[in-house]
């Protein structure tokens, strides 16, 4: 259980944003803006990961959420609206540079998972988890079928770690096999489907 706990902080979606930078910077996409990558990489981890986490630490320190595990719904709507925000601040950051269109897509991907999540909490516990892993393999999956091969290996690993946050968050009790599965399945669908309205 232990062991599970801490695969589940490491997989946490919360990092994905910033993940995602760090595999557009190792792929070469950013080559053409020399220089940019250490602030590239370092607006993505201030806007999407350390404000909101800080955030967060924060509400429960004021008791305004129970806990950092967020278990119950209303300790997840805070957060998952904070976060909403936090992506939001980051395709405005982003939007004007020209390497950057796939990451903004991932983003403007995760932005309206957020929403999705925050909806279907009043109703259903889904998972958080594999609902952001599903949107990242998902927009990967995009990249790699554009021709862009060079992401082919970040999609496999992604459905890797898909899967092994996905039998931590079981080895925890924390979410039923229909919550990951459609989790999962949602978030690679909000790609798909936001991907044909958009190109």
């Known amino acids: 259980m232990k062991t599970a706990k801490i695969i589940s902080a490491i ?20 080559k053409f803006t020399p220089g940019n990558d250490l602030s590239f990489f370092i607006s993505a981890l201030t806007a999407t990961c350390l404000f909101p986490g800080l955030v967060v630490v924060m509400m429960k320190k004021w008791k305004i959420i129970n806990s950092l ?88 690993a992604s459905i890797i770690l898909s899967g092994v946050a996905a039998s931590a968050r079981m080895k925890e009790e924390s979410h039923s096999n229909a919550q990951l599965i459609s989790g999962f399945a949602a978030g690679f669908a909000v790609v798909i489907v936001l991907y044909f309205i958009l190109f």
Do not use: C
């Not at 997989?11 to 950013?30: A, D, E, K, N």
């Not at 991907?109 to 393999?137: E, P």
């Open 11 to 30: 997989l946490h979606p919360i990092f994905l944003p910033t993940l995602m930078m760090l595999v557009m910077i190792s792929s070469g996409i950013t």
């Open 69 to 156: 595990e967020m278990e119950n719904r209303d300790d997840r709507l805070g957060p998952i609206f904070l976060m909403t925000l936090s992506l939001y601040g980051a395709i405005r950051m982003f939007h004007n540079i020209p390497v950057m269109v796939m990451y903004n897509f991932y983003l403007s991907s995760a932005l309206v998972i957020s929403v999705l999540a925050f909806v279907v909490t009043f109703f259903w516990k889904i998972s958080l988890h594999t609902l952001g892993w599903g949107g990242f393999a998902g927009s990967l999956f995009i990249m790699t079928t554009l021709s862009m091969q060079v992401f082919l290996p970040y999609l496999l």
